[in-house]
């Protein structure tokens, strides 16, 4: 057992795997993940990427609301811009993702476990 803190689990090798498979300038859901992968859920999703996401493209994976990460806002923001990601401003004046245009289905994404994508 000592070495599974070196061993990332399975589940967590498939979300990171997912989320580096998102193209720049699009994004997916916490349940857009899950559902593509056909286990776990939008909960299951965000701790993986809250334990282990820093090293994948984490600002790719997002809330379904389109608000960037809490406490991660300007940097998820910075990566946004660079990424021409659609974003849209509330009436408050606040970014938030496009979802509409920002979110991507997995098409395209290049083996068996692309059939399964929403």
């Known amino acids: ?13 498939r979300v990171l795997d ?9 994004v997916m859901t916490y ?13 299951q ?7 282990y996401g820093g090293a994948v493209p984490w600002w790719r994976v997002v809330r379904a609301d389109g608000r960037p990460l809490p406490g991660s ?12 990601t659609p974003l849209r401003l ?3 004046g606040e970014a938030r993702l496009d979802m509409r245009r920002a979110r991507w289905d997995g ?3 290049g083996d068996e476990r692309d059939e399964g994508h929403i």
């Open 45 to 51: 999703v965000g701790r993986v990427m809250a334990l």
């Open 107 to 109: 098409s395209g994404a």
């Open 1 to 13: 057992m000592g070495g599974m803190s070196e061993e990332l689990p399975a589940y967590a090798e």
């Open 18 to 26: 997912v989320a580096e498979r998102i193209p720049p300038g699009r």
């Open 90 to 92: 509330t009436a408050g």
């Open 73 to 84: 806002e300007h940097r998820a923001l910075g990566h946004y811009r660079a990424e021409s």
């Open 31 to 43: 349940g857009d993940v899950a559902e593509w992968l056909g286990e776990g859920g939008p909960r």
